[in-house]
């Protein structure tokens, strides 16, 4: 393979730059064998990186913060949160560092980030590192939500670094290089608002509306509207969760975008038996962030988002709550549309067909829980019973009677299997793949990981040979739990 010469990146430090209170300036600690071991080409493309040369010696340094490009200034960034429920001032990038930002094919800004890479003065306790298996579980997982069409950050690399991670045993550890529209959180206006320096505050709004949201500028009162953009992003993305099944697991404010963006792969893992319940985080005693109330913790989120605006939305505090409140009313009617489109499609059919699809989608919901029927079986035939067999069907559901009503109504407003194909995935990241995969890949075999990259990556194209990566998880896999700050 020929090297293409090194072509330096450049990456502006435009956060650094505007928002110097919230950036530390920090370089990663030195990795003593750097081994890449995933690269998500078409992204390189999109970023104009020549993937060649991110596979070279030299690439592979740049991809572990080892060798930063002239003109580059790496930060950890400051944000603060709330951790299941209770504020902390003060978080930040413990064991994370942003490169910089990148200029993309299309023209947008991206972040280019890199996690795992030492301890940063933000670490706390932490060792500032990360094991190569949740860097895998962040750059598939992401890489599924992307192909699922779901707005999320992306993974460009994963790279072994050759060090050893003490966590309950002793892991291989990794770097991943993210790549996000931004790293903004809730947390960083918490954060920025918890300084008491209302300039700091105002210089942050002002960041986030001209890289996201920037309509907001233009508008009467552009903080306020900022405020409603971000409810805009949060709802439908929520939404999508839903809809595809996935659960966040640690939806902290620290952990929630201002882009609307899925930020964070930690804990995070597919429903199998549809259940609103569904908790598969092992610190989450209490279900706060269970399947079912993503999106009522999502509203929550917001909710401290506009108290961290407070001061920016008006000059009387009450005048400010009451726009606050009002705004923060359009979540649930937004996300109520994104489901029930996102519903109906779901269920091939077509946009004329009114509020009738969103119950019917309900209905077909509460048909699956008794029996704790596979979401994302049972959604993908729905194709078959629409084309003459609900033979498929029939086996995830127990309630044969009710289902043949529902499936009797739903057909009778002429469902188009085809659309459904192209709606409902097939191969979606399933728990005990994702686990047999990791720890393949911990014991040095990357064949089982790069094969499941490759079947989540085109999750409604059915092929030959591909009959496990679809079907439930078999019942000796038993509970599944997922781990934080792994
Ligand atoms: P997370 O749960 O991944 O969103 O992380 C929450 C906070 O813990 C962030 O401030 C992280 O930077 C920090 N953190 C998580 N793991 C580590 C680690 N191993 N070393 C240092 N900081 C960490
Ligand atoms: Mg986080």
Redesign the pocket.
């Known amino acids: 393979m020929s090297v293409a010469p090194v072509r330096p990146v450049v990456l502006d430090d435009r956060f650094a730059r505007e928002l110097p209170e919230m950036a530390v300036p920090w370089r990663a600690e030195q990795a003593p064998d750097p081994r890449l071991l995933v690269l998500d080409e078409e992204l390189a493309a999109e970023l104009g990186l020549d993937a060649s040369w991110l596979r070279s010696a030299d690439g592979v340094r740049f991809l572990v913060g080892a060798a930063v490009p002239d003109g580059a200034a790496p930060v950890a960034q400051a944000y603060a949160g709330h ?1 299941f429920g209770g504020f902390v001032p003060r ?6 560092l942003l490169l910089g930002e990148l200029t993309d094919s299309a023209g947008h800004l991206r972040d280019l980030h890199l996690k795992g890479s030492g ?1 940063t003065p ?3 306790g ?5 094991a190569v298996g949740p860097m895998l579980r962040e750059h598939l997982v992401s890489r599924a939500m992307h192909a699922l069409g779901v707005p999320t950050t992306r993974s460009l690399a994963v790279v072994a670094t050759g060090r050893a991670v003490r966590r309950e045993e002793v892991l291989p550890g990794a770097v991943l290089a993210r790549v996000a529209s931004s790293h903004l959180r809730v947390g960083s206006v918490q954060y920025a608002r918890a300084t008491g320096d209302p300039d700091l505050l105002r210089r942050l709004a002002d960041h986030a509306i001209s890289r996201h949201h920037p309509a907001a500028a233009q508008a009467e009162n552009p903080y306020l509207a900022l405020f409603e953009a971000v409810v805009a992003a949060q709802a439908p993305l929520i939404a999508r969760w839903m809809l595809v099944g996935f659960v966040h697991g ?1 939806m ?1 404010t ?2 929630t975008t201002l882009s609307g963006e899925t930020i ?1 792969y ?1 804990p995070c893992a597919f429903l199998d038996a549809y259940d609103p319940a569904a908790v598969y985080s092992s610190i989450d005693h209490g279900g706060r962030y269970a399947y079912g109330n993503q999106p009522a913790v999502a509203e929550w989120n917001l909710a401290r988002l506009a108290e961290a605006l407070l001061p920016l939305l008006h000059e009387d505090e009450e005048r400010a709550v009451e726009l606050a409140v009002a705004a923060l009313g359009g979540f649930r009617t937004r996300y109520g549309a994104a489901w029930a489109a996102g519903a109906r499609a779901k269920l091939g059919l077509p946009a004329s067909t009114g509020p009738q699809a969103g119950a019917l989608a309900e209905e077909f919901l509460t048909l699956l829980q008794a029996p704790r029927a596979d979401l994302t079986s049972s959604f993908r035939a729905l194709a078959d019973a629409a084309r003459g067999d609900a033979g498929p069907l029939r086996r995830h559901v127990l309630d044969v009677d009710a289902l043949d009503d529902w499936v009797g109504r739903w057909c009778a407003l002429d469902p188009d299997p085809a659309a459904m194909d192209r709606t409902n995935p097939l191969y979606v990241p399933r728990n005990h793949l994702v686990e047999e995969a990791l720890t393949a890949a911990t014991d040095g075999d990357l064949a089982p990981f790069r094969q499941l990259l490759a079947v989540v990556s085109a999750p409604y194209d059915e092929r030959p040979g591909l009959e496990r990566y679809a079907a439930p998880a078999p019942p000796d896999f038993g509970a599944y739990r997922t781990f ?2 792994t």
């Open positions: 951790q978080l930040g990038d413990g064991r994370a301890r933000f670490a706390r932490g060792d500032g590192l990360a640690v902290n620290d952990n964070d930690g934080c700050g």
